[in-house]
């Protein structure tokens, strides 16, 4: 079966004297979320990611301004724009994943299955090559 690269995750959007987004378990995200982090005041321009993760799947967000996410399975590459925060993205594990284009009004919220953990990166790009092309 070939799994889809990108994958979109549409929260709802509640108009409340401003806006209101809510993501919750299992409704819009198909993990138990074990952890939440958010990159605010990005360095203009600098890329961010440029690993994959072993076993995390999370979910990404740009609250504010924009971000280009690169995705690569190891066999596709996918580009796609987030600039709206009731439209995020999954990052499954096994794909590589680049955060481009940001400046330092960016916000980015991240749910994620897992605790964090450094062994769960795969920070080289050959072996993520051979991991993802062995297991996918
Ligand atoms: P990293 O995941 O490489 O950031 P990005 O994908 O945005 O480029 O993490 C940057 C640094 O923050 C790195 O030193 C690891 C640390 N970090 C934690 O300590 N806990 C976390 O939950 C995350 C995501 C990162």
């Known amino acids: 079966m070939v799994k889809k690269l990108v994958k979109f995750v549409k929260v709802p959007k509640i108009k409340d004297d401003g806006f209101l987004c809510f993501a919750q378990n299992p409704d819009q995200i198909p993990f138990e979320i074990k952890r939440v982090y958010y990159i605010t005041s990005p360095v203009a321009g600098l890329p961010r990611g440029k690993h994959a993760?072993?076993?995390?799947?999370?979910?990404?967000?740009?609250?504010k301004g924009k971000?280009?996410?690169?995705?690569?399975?190891?066999?596709?590459?996918?580009?796609?724009?987030?600039?709206?925060?009731?439209?995020?993205?999954?990052?499954?594990?096994?794909?590589?994943?680049?955060?481009?284009?940001?400046?330092?009004?960016?916000?980015?919220?991240?749910?994620?299955?897992?605790?964090?953990?450094?062994?769960?990166?795969?920070?080289?790009?050959?072996e993520f090559l051979r991991i993802a092309r062995t297991h996918t």
């Open 53 to 63: 993760h072993k076993k995390t799947r999370q979910v990404l967000f740009c609250l």
């Open 67 to 126: 971000v280009r996410m690169v995705l690569n399975n190891g066999r596709k590459k996918s580009e796609i724009v987030l600039s709206s925060p009731e439209k995020g993205i999954m990052i499954e594990p096994k794909t590589w994943h680049e955060m481009l284009d940001m400046n330092e009004n960016t916000v980015l919220l991240v749910l994620a299955s897992k605790r964090y953990d450094p062994k769960d990166y795969i920070r080289n790009y050959d």
